[in-house]
């Protein structure tokens, strides 16, 4: 097999070879796709951006004018996509240093678990205040405590999609990159990297739909004594639960189906196309057709020519000779002293007990033992309901995901309804659960856990789906040759397989799961208030109350049942996915 490598997002094969009326002139209808385009890129960024440097006391009140959703949709796309940013840099900082690093690892790893697993709320605070200190008193900084807390929602995934890949690169392409005395910086660029892309594609998928699952908390600024709702779906939201406006959830829901099919289109169609070249594999078993954005890259030179420039860039930086060549590099890790290795984590231990001992110490001077056992027990109410979701999530999402990612076209199709059902935030169907519950006198602590599903199982489809489409063509023929079915063409082929990637998907989801359960365990349609026994709720309602110390105390202990589970579960289950992967 050989090496993926970077490649140009442009193609000569798919030039036309002549021109001919006004093409002769350079102009196509694929450039005046490719400028209206561009021009309502300008027109929505020039539209938003100036808003951000007024005064915060100048904002406007939320409305419920269907009229006013193009610009609250604007407004959330572009917080959603600067968060992504945050979340990509995050990742390429934190993911590789995890992966190449024992010591870096053995810290990052499980503190990347943990802070998936805290709700958003808990970073609302920090947000706030860093931004507010960049920005005092205008709405740039409200603008970018909610880019940062979004931002919580979303990097974690991608990190632990990139930690994967790092970990889990086939034997024969380590060893052709030490043959080629590779330096590190051109095995991370030129191997790494590539290797990693198709799985990052799709968790940068599941990240946007998680940002916006979490967008009607994140547009809920409070700064000081005062709250603030920046204009956006997720306020638009969050005032028509309050006003029980079911005309105007409606309209937000048309809305984020607009949205979430327009960066489909735009923006993830023409990237899993892409990152399909960066398959391991030695033959390409049936070429898909390119979408349509992806032909508009290529043929207009508009967008091609600084397509081209970026690559060619992208390309000569990738060869820096940065680095030692591998052979060497690898030789030096492995000599690492044992002693030093148990001086580094005795240290951190005690540094850790000291932090614990502390901060238990301030817990226990406002609260009772009961009530820290209470919460305890709550914490087990709501791990009792992660472990429901991620079982029915395996069981249904392994399977079905499997089936759809090995028809390409069936994916295409279906990829856009899964964006959509993903992005949904729960409390669109708050209406619906709490009327069941409350007409039929239905028992909450049961019929609120499928509220949880909504924000943890598409973590395991997407990632059931990168890895189905990035098995190797060539070893699905040969499964086909074998006559490879049933039972055993399961166990055999796909379930090692796709191993890494559920792994990583079953640990998104579930730290999606905990972080939902501040949602999941509290519904509320207009003055009726429907609430789960669980940590979610008891988080919520601190949260709400203004309540620091039992805020911290939920947050400590849903922390506590995080990190026992990661070293249980977690850690075993990574571990034998990077052994299958060697």
């Not at 090496?3 to 694929?30: D, F, Q, Y």
């Not at 920005?135 to 974690?156: D, F, N």
């Not at 789906?465 to 079915?485: C, I, K, M, N, V």
């Amino acid at each position: 097999m050989h090496a993926p490598r970077m490649m140009h997002i442009t193609g000569r094969a798919s030039r036309p070879a002549k021109r001919s009326g006004a093409a002769r002139w350079g102009v196509t209808a694929w450039d005046g796709l490719a400028l209206l385009l561009v021009g309502l890129l300008l027109a929505a960024g020039l539209r938003a951006v100036p808003a951000t440097v007024v005064p915060i006391e100048g904002l406007q009140p939320i409305g419920l004018d269907p009229l006013l959703l193009p610009d609250y949709a604007l407004r959330s796309t572009l917080r959603m996509f600067a968060a992504l940013g945050v979340s990509l840099t995050f990742t390429f900082l934190v993911a590789p240093l995890a992966a190449k690093s024992r010591r870096a690892g053995m810290i990052l790893i499980p503190m990347l678990d943990v802070l998936q697993s805290v709700p958003v709320l808990a970073f609302v605070s920090l947000s706030t205040v860093l931004a507010q200190t960049f920005a005092p008193g205008r709405l740039l900084g409200a603008e970018l405590a909610c880019v940062l807390t979004i931002a919580t929602s979303q990097a974690w995934n991608m990190a632990f999609s990139l930690y994967q890949s790092l970990t889990t690169i086939p034997p024969e392409l380590d060893e052709a990159a030490r043959s080629f005395r590779l330096t590190g910086w051109q095995r991370f660029w030129r191997l790494e990297v590539a290797t990693s892309i198709p799985g990052l594609v799709w968790n940068t998928m599941a990240s946007l739909a998680g940002g916006w699952f979490f967008v009607v908390a994140s547009e809920a600024i409070v700064v000081g004594q005062t709250s603030y709702q920046l204009p956006g779906l997720g306020s638009y939201v969050a005032l028509a639960l309050q006003e029980r406006d079911t005309s105007a959830i409606l309209w937000a829901a048309l809305a984020m189906v607009v949205v979430v099919v327009a960066c489909d289109q735009l923006l993830f169609r023409p990237l899993v196309a892409w990152s399909g070249r960066f398959r391991n594999e030695t033959v390409q078993i049936g070429r898909e057709e390119d979408p349509w954005m992806l032909r508009l890259l290529r043929r207009s030179p508009v967008l091609r020519w600084p397509m081209e420039q970026a690559a060619r860039a992208a390309g000569w930086a990738s060869w820096l000779p940065i680095g030692h060549p591998s052979g060497r590099a690898a030789t030096r890790r492995g000599g690492t002293k044992r002693s030093g290795m148990v001086l580094w984590y005795a240290s951190l231990g005690l540094l850790a007990a000291w932090g614990m001992f502390n901060l238990l110490r301030d817990l226990l001077a406002e609260l009772t033992w009961a009530e820290i056992l209470n919460v305890a027990q709550l914490g087990g109410i709501t791990l009792l309901r992660v472990v429901v979701t991620l079982v029915l999530s395996t069981l249904i999402w392994v399977p079905l995901g499997v089936l759809i990612g090995l028809r390409p076209r069936l994916a295409r199709l279906v990829r856009p309804c899964v964006q959509i059902l993903a992005s949904f935030p729960a409390n669109l169907v708050f209406p619906v659960f709490v009327g069941l519950i409350v007409r039929n006198e239905l028992n909450p602590d049961i019929w609120l856990t499928p509220l949880m599903m909504l924000g943890a199982q598409w973590y395991v489809l997407f990632n059931v789906l990168a890895g189905t489409q990035a098995l190797p063509s060539d070893l699905l023929e040969a499964a086909r040759s074998f006559h490879l079915r049933g039972l055993a063409w399961w166990r055999r082929m796909i379930l090692p397989g796709i191993l890494p990637y559920y792994v990583t998907g079953a640990i998104a989801a579930s730290g999606g799961a905990w972080n939902t359960s501040i949602v999941a365990e509290l519904a509320q349609w207009g003055d009726t208030r429907v609430a789960a026994q669980g940590i979610g709720s008891y988080i919520a309602d601190a949260t709400a109350a203004g309540d620091g110390v039992r805020l911290l105390l939920g947050v400590f202990i849903l922390s506590r049942y995080v990190v026992v589970v990661n070293a249980l579960v977690w850690q075993p289950l990574s571990r034998r996915a990077q052994r299958r992967a060697a």
